[in-house]
């Protein structure tokens, strides 16, 4: 049976690290966020410090069980490896019909609004751009690994130092900066301010959504033992320093009260600063931004895919890797379908709710993978592991911890708002179709 072959460099895991993350999440949450928490500058920013720190905390353990075993699948495999085939199972059913799916599509729709503003078009014609895109990320990722990750190095470096660069501007130019200091305080006291934080982590965790991708390619790395900690380590410092450059930036332009009635920040502090003709950089900026986040999705979960049909878990077409591209292009092209259905579903097409139903559902399969490295290690017994999380036990408990709190806190919220009561209901009849749809697969790979 043809493998897939190790191809990406650690320099390739670091960018597409940071590539993952940025899409559009930077660009238009931090006003929303700082609303969320009653307009303090201060909370708003722990809220975004916090969101990286269990980011990293995440990435540090899953460096960790990459290293270890770096096979083609990543976090399905950890889940398989810690707590058995059907939470694994479960889990690769979410990531192809919501988490990747409805990722690749948010971001293809995100696209498209944001061209809408460079060439004005018609909804529909919105519609068909945003399926345009991801034609075009699933054609190159199956054209080869090594050239969709050349695209996605090259569409990081732009969007990361358009943002470096973005910022100083607004920092230099910015006439706001004596007004966020009085924001810092707090507003919000006790229940109502802890309930605004927990809400305001889901859409920071947006922003931050993706830096578990690069584990899905694990079987594609080069020296993954080295590459991995590396990269996962300086990608998340990195990331939570671009964030807090720009949300600072953004506030020097517009002050903290104009920074929480924006819900296109990027835009409305560029313009504010140099005009309304700079409006259309941070509309292309957003563009390689999202095109290049959607590439990263599509260029790695379908590694799962490939593992969950190795397994018999799945459609066994999925896990043909083609002769001379050496890609798996079945698991690919249903990927990059599937978004473009969800991209197309009417109300579903919209952005919120898009990402609503990724966070909420992934985090309970992010903590469920960080807490495989305790049955994990014992499994390994005396064997050597070649990179150990740095902080052993609490840095993954401190993580499940969270992803823990995160859920349940989504859960509370789903019974206080209707509109994300749909949420919670949609996921629930999620698991209760993946449940017989396991038991299919099982039944099958044994008969």
């Known amino acids: 049976m043809i493998e897939l072959v190790r ?38 920013l722990l809220v975004w410090i916090a969101g990286g720190v269990l980011s990293l905390l995440g990435a540090l353990t899953y460096a960790e069980l990459a290293a270890s075993n770096p096979e083609a699948g990543g976090l399905y495999c950890y889940i398989r490896d810690g707590f058995g085939r059907a939470p694994a199972f479960l889990y690769g059913w979410c990531l192809f019909l919501v988490i990747a799916s409805g990722s690749v599509a948010a971001l293809a729709r995100a696209f498209s609004e944001y061209f809408a503003r460079v060439v004005p078009i018609s909804p529909i014609e919105q519609t068909l751009v945003a399926v345009v895109v991801i034609a075009i990320v699933t054609f190159v990722n199956v054209w080869g690994t090594r050239k969709s990750s050349d695209l996605q190095n090259w569409t990081t470096l732009v969007k990361a130092g358009v943002i470096v660069i973005l910022s100083a501007v607004l920092l230099s130019l910015g006439h706001h900066a004596r007004e966020v200091a009085p924001a810092l305080g707090a507003a919000l006291r006790g229940s109502s301010l802890l309930s605004s934080f927990g809400v305001a982590m889901i859409s920071v965790l947006w922003a931050y959504e993706g830096w578990q991708f690069g584990t899905y390619s694990a079987g594609e790395v080069i020296d993954p033992q080295k590459a991995f900690p590396r990269a996962f380590l300086m990608g998340s410092l990195v990331l939570i320093g671009l964030y807090l450059l720009a949300i600072i930036a953004y506030l020097f332009a517009l002050g903290p009260s104009a920074t929480a009635a924006s819900d296109t920040i990027a835009a409305t502090s560029v313009s504010a600063v140099l005009g309304p003709w700079a409006g259309k950089i941070v509309a292309l900026t957003i563009l390689v931004s999202t095109f290049s986040a959607a590439n990263s999705v599509i260029l790695t979960a379908p590694r799962v895919f490939y593992a969950m049909a190795k397994d018999n878990l799945f459609f066994k077409k999925l896990a043909v890797v083609h002769v001379q591209l050496r890609t798996p292009v079945f698991a690919i092209v249903a990927l990059g379908a599937w978004s473009a259905v969800l991209v197309c579903a009417g109300e ?35 064997k050597p592991i070649p990179y150990r999380v740095p902080g052993y036990p609490w840095t993954p408990i401190l993580f499940v911890l969270a992803a823990a709190a995160i859920v349940g806190n989504a859960v509370y919220a789903a019974f206080r708002d209707p509109g994300q009561f749909q949420n919670l209901t949609a996921a629930i009849v999620l698991f209760a179709i993946g449940l017989p749809a396991y038991l299919f697969w099982r039944k099958r790979a044994a008969a």
């Open 7 to 44: 191809t990406l460099r650690r320099r390739d895991l670091f960018l597409l690290f940071i590539g993952s993350v940025i899409g559009s999440g930077i660009f238009r949450t931090p006003g929303p966020i700082l609303r969320q928490v009653g307009g303090s500058v201060g909370i708003a």
């Open 348 to 382: 579903l097409g919209s952005f919120q709710k898009l990402i609503e139903g990724v966070i909420f559902i992934g985090w309970i399969f992010y903590g469920l993978g960080a807490a495989a490295i305790f049955p994990i290690r014992r499994a390994s017994g005396s």
